[in-house]
């Protein structure tokens, strides 16, 4: 459908297909805006679209709707590993194409999708009669939700990049900017979780409170700019994942369907479940740095490979097998060498050893931020561990800035950005999957990309002793987890070690493996902790999968609980977890979601006593014949979680 508009202001509606969500784009005295509406209530209300372009000055004011051409979308989209075989992709599109009025006569075309879950929207600036490149100078892109909400958020440009505990803010009152995911309460109970998709080639979005408006602000680079974009450019998909309560706000899956499919083969992408040579050095058994207790030897990886047999996990990870770690890393990191091995670490050896007993390798580049280092020696390095059959990578950019091109820059900015998609090709380029820690956040490119299998991206168990409460893994799901898979290093059994005290029950790391989704999960903890006392708990984490066929979230409240069940995608089995916060509780699940009639419940649940503080390694294991529609109840206990297994019968 086509329609024409010349006038100076112009309305147009796009609905969802299930006409509950509207979106209304407008222009006003040239003024180019958008508002929102969830059962004829406002959402956003009328919110500037804008970009500022250096030396050209803002495009967005003065503007004219040339011709707008919708298109009604409907599909369901595959993906080859996740928490959700398939998505839905129902959409109504508007493609709105403006024109300057003035004499510099430019033009761009914003798009927006209506989907019964959300609204997205872009800009897309094609080559314009004077310019072919743009240095991007602001996105006056604004979100105009009520400020009386609440917002549930972690700070931006802060040092720990994305490691920060979950605050609650009302909306108006956040003066420093905050990232994205950031979900939303409003005052009418409607949940919003405002967001990016398919984020390339420019800095990532932050928002702040402007005038009791949110404001995107793009992540600078150092010379104080944010992006510089050849045309034709478009900026990734602006999201408001919209939901009538936080459990269904978690279902949301918009991210992966803004994204492209692959345009190559990833057939060869496989899910993992992996040990590493890594909590030894958190607890002080081992370390990174070569010297008596290092970790990374040629022995302990053959002796961790065998109880990776033994335990029946796929993977190893090794940290502290490279040549740098000398001192103090985060300053030495600079002199990290991706292609040297530790004189007490042969690893053409133990990569031998590895395949001959059926365990991938992870590997590791810790690169401490130093990106030009690390650029510097990329090929090489990736050419190394492929040459060794290793076909997994974990990378690191510890450090509170990149260093590239000599200059610092964000993790989150074009640069930044840029960087990790190189590592993403040059991985796919030699079936290579990834792992990244401290990485640009998730905007759902994993559809296009594959192989990047997980990223950290938020405060993990490397945060316990101290820094984690209880609450907050039950923020993640409704916050971190919209933007995608975490590797949150789940699975620690040695609780009470005091050079590292884990504040959560015994049966909580077990719901990890269910609430927190990763496509590649690590059994953090060493595996000595997994072959003796702890056994029976261990079976449960062996068994879970990674690839599931469909979740169903259950029940919870944002920082408080989260129940969720997944399916396995390789069998009739079904999995349910559950964490709560510092507050004990009895949780009630209908299972009416099952599909077939009986299963076998294999539950690991906290007892009566069980504290997170107080008494933590006590846990119950119960096995009962369950139906379908049946409900469950389970107590959880402060700090706690639990974990089912539910086989078909
Ligand atoms: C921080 C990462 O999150 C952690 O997993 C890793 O072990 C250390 N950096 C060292 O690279
Ligand atoms: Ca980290």
Redesign the pocket.
Known sequence: MLRRRKTKSSQIEITSPDKRIKCRFTIKNGRIGYSVYVNDSVLIRNSRLALNICGEGVLGDNFSLIRAQHIDHSETVEMPWGEDRFIDNSYHETSFFVAENRTLGRIMTIRFRVFNTGVAFRYEVPPQPKFRQITIQDELTEFGFNPSSVAFKIPAFMPDRY?YNYEKARLGDLSEPVHTPLTIKTPDGIFGCIHEAALYDYGSMTLEAKNATMRCVITPLSDNTKAHVVLPFSTPWRVVMIANSAIDLTKNRLIYVLNEPPNQDFSWVRTLKFIGIWWAMYVGEWTWAPGDKHGATTAHAKEYIDEAVKLGVSGLLIEGWNDGWEGDWLKNGVNNKFTVATPDFNLPEVAKYASKRNIELVGHHETVGFVDNYENQLEEAYDYYAKNGIRYIKTGY?GSKMIINGRPEYHHSQRGVNHYQKTIEMAAARHICLDI??PIKGTGIERTWPNLLTR?GAR?Q?YEGGSLSPSHACYLPYTRLLSGGMDYTSGIFDIENPKKRIFTTIARQLAYFVVIYSGMQMAADRPSMYSGRYNELFNFIRNVPINFEKTVPLAGEIGEYYVVARKDRDSADWYIGGVTNEEGRTISVKLDFLEDEKYQATIYSDAKNSDYKSNPLVYETNTKKIKSGDTLSIYIAPGGGFAIRLQRL
Request: no cysteine; hydrophobic share 15%; aromatic share 0%.
């Open positions: 490691e510890a820690h401290e950290e993990g490397e």
